[in-house]
């Protein structure tokens, strides 16, 4: 990968598993319930060009609870509505005294093109269908909290594979801790090559052999018009592929079910699976935050 700003984090592929395992290490000693004046002065940018919830919330109430000072920049109402450059947009919010640029695009390769020519570093939030290095990086948090370790484990990875950054980052991870992956979806939503692309990571087409025996259900958004899009009906991903508890019952009796959300009750699981005491869907939202402390406090070189 090109060189970029030192503390950039652009995806999950290019970190070693030590850097990883770092990062873990220092979210555990991350509290946002207590204020470390880490970044106190500094100046955190939050570039959006997508919507997002969780993601935007969880790093600017990371970015708060070290005392750093924040200011969100939607593209909406911005000179980027106007057609403004992304590199233009980098230069003037470094211009203006950022710190740090957090950026989810709708562009595959967005944050490292900024790497490349700005002298601060950049964090990826989400680029396309390329990555979301802090989600895999809070799902592998919130897995320790529960596992001994990622190497063994076995993960089944559930829904529409092929369009999300959050699978792909996760694959990386995992695969680097020895862990093994299994896919499933509608052959549309499955990548071609995804055998291919790591270790340990096998593909099924039906949800009962992907979730037999499992540590860890990992669920992934549908989105209803991308399932029009390939002529599959409701009701038919819903029999095929929807979580319910008898499914889950097929998993370990301590599987983890995780799912980054939005989630959709009543589509990619039931209401009940949403609510079970397997779930940790809540608690990734939480780990979000200490998580996205660490990725701060390295970026900005007080990582200690």
């Given amino acids: 990968m090109t060189k970029a700003a030192r ?17 873990l290490k220092l979210a555990r000693r991350m509290n946002p319930q207590k204020t470390r004046p880490l970044l106190r002065g500094k100046r955190v940018l939050l570039l959006f060009y997508e919507p997002s919830t969780r993601t935007r919330s969880s790093f600017e109430i990371a970015a708060k609870s070290l005392g750093a000072i924040t200011t969100l920049i939607q593209s909406r109402g911005s000179s980027i509505e106007k057609g403004e450059s992304l590199l233009d947009t980098g230069y003037t919010l470094r211009a203006v005294g950022a710190d740090v640029i957090i950026i989810r695009h709708p562009n595959a390769g967005a944050p490292l093109l900024m790497a490349q020519h700005l002298d601060i570093p950049v964090i990826n939030a989400g680029d396309g269908m390329h990555e979301h290095p802090s989600q895999a990086l809070l799902d592998a948090y919130t897995i320790l909290r529960h596992k001994k370790s990622l190497k063994g484990l076995h993960v089944a990875i559930i829904g529409d594979i092929y369009h999300s950054r959050v699978a792909r980052s996760a694959i990386h991870l995992l695969s680097k801790f020895g862990a093994m992956v299994t896919l499933c ?33 990992m669920l992934l958004r549908v989105q209803k018009e991308r399932l029009a899009g390939v002529k599959i009906s409701l009701q038919d991903y819903i029999g095929r592929y929807q979580i319910t508890l008898t499914r889950l019952k097929l998993a370990k009796k301590d599987a983890l079910l995780m799912h980054p959300g939005p989630i959709i009750r009543g589509l990619e699981l039931t209401g009940e699976v949403a609510d079970c005491p397997q779930s940790a869907i809540v608690e990734e939202v939480r780990n ?16 200690r």
Avoid: K, Q
Avoid at 7 to 17: H, K, N, P, Q, T
């Fill in 185 to 217: 979806g509608p052959p549309e939503f499955l990548p071609e090559v995804a055998a291919t692309l790591a270790p340990g990571l096998h593909i099924t087409r039906t949800v009962e052999d992907a979730i037999r025996g499992v540590d860890v259900v």
């Fill in 7 to 23: 503390g950039s984090l652009l995806g999950i592929e290019y970190l070693r598993a030590e850097e990883i395992a770092g990062l």
């Fill in 288 to 303: 979000g935050v200490p998580v996205r402390m660490a990725i701060l406090a390295r970026a900005l070189g007080r990582a």
